[in-house]
């Protein structure tokens, strides 16, 4: 199981998730070349433990574990996959 962003999230301006995360799964950084161009945060899937810290630390309660996400953001999931899988490709 993994945890996943959505729409309500406001990217940089709001990044407390990103001290949390005990794996570091969450992205961009502000070390990533697109973290002055993120409108938004992701959750990696392969790296995600489940362990649910950030979900508490979000407060645009953006963040849902995957068997929890609404209907209307289920995209997210493949959104926050494909965007860990093309920066893997750079």
Same mark, same amino acid.
């Given at each position: 199981?993994?945890?996943?962003?959505?729409?309500?999230?406001?990217?940089?301006? =709001?990044?407390? #998730?990103?001290?949390? &995360? @005990?794996?570091?799964? %969450?992205? +961009?950084?502000?070390?990533? $070349?697109?973290?002055? *161009?993120?409108?938004?945060?992701?959750?990696?899937?392969?790296?995600?433990?489940? =362990?649910?810290? #950030?979900?508490?630390? &979000? @407060?645009?309660?953006? %963040?849902? +574990?995957?068997?929890?996400? $609404?209907?209307?953001? *289920?995209?997210?999931?493949?959104?926050?996959?494909?965007?860990?899988?093309?920066?893997?490709?750079?």
């Amino acid at each position: 199981m993994t945890h996943v962003i959505a729409q309500p999230c406001r990217g940089p301006r =709001c990044a407390t #998730c990103l001290a949390i &995360c @005990p794996v570091d799964c %969450i992205g +961009p950084t502000p070390a990533d $070349p697109a973290w002055s *161009r993120a409108t938004m945060l992701y959750i990696d899937p392969e790296l995600c433990i489940d =362990c649910g810290l #950030c979900v508490h630390e &979000c @407060p645009a309660n953006a %963040i849902f +574990p995957q068997h929890r996400l $609404p209907s209307r953001w *289920r995209i997210f999931t493949l959104i926050n996959a494909v965007f860990f899988h093309l920066t893997r490709r750079r």
